[in-house]
């Protein structure tokens, strides 16, 4: 199911398309069937899982073509036919420093010193929480 490697630079990214039988196996780059961000680095990407709520609550996770991409100023829910599904974006002039995703979420440190964690539900990013773990994160 990995189609992708998704390549960071200093101030940019690069996506390069496995090889596959519709390629004869070999590597190239996607033109524009997949909407990662190329011009800032990657923080942190994943495949994820595809996350429903039933009508009694619980939740059903199903294998999906969902992708996330953390970059300073982004996180990215993107499917990989369908294009950017939801984003979220830090307040003002706050960053993006680290990132973790999981198979339905995403956790991230802001340089603000808050540490956000946003579900992946019904493709869309849901359930923020946030708490202050420090003023700062500048000097890290």
């Known amino acids: 199911f990995h189609r992708f490697l998704l390549i960071s630079k200093h101030n940019s990214s690069q996506c390069i398309r496995l090889p596959g039988q519709e390629f004869n196996g070999k590597l190239t780059l996607p033109k524009e069937d997949v909407e990662f961000n190329l011009d800032a680095p990657t923080i942190a990407a994943s495949n994820v899982l595809g996350r429903e709520v039933t ?9 999906s073509a969902y992708l996330v991409q953390v970059t300073p100023r982004a996180i990215i829910l993107l499917e990989t036919s369908l294009g950017i599904l939801d984003n979220w974006i830090p307040d003002g002039n706050d960053e993006i420093l680290l990132a973790d995703v999981s198979p339905s979420q995403v956790c991230v440190a802001l340089a603000s ?3 956000l964690l946003l579900q992946i539900c019904s493709e869309k990013l849901q359930g923020q929480r946030s708490r202050l773990l420090l003023s700062s994160l500048d000097n890290i």
Request: aromatic share 8%.
């Open 55 to 63: 009508e009694n609550g619980k939740s059903v996770y199903d294998d």
């Open 113 to 115: 010193g808050r540490i």
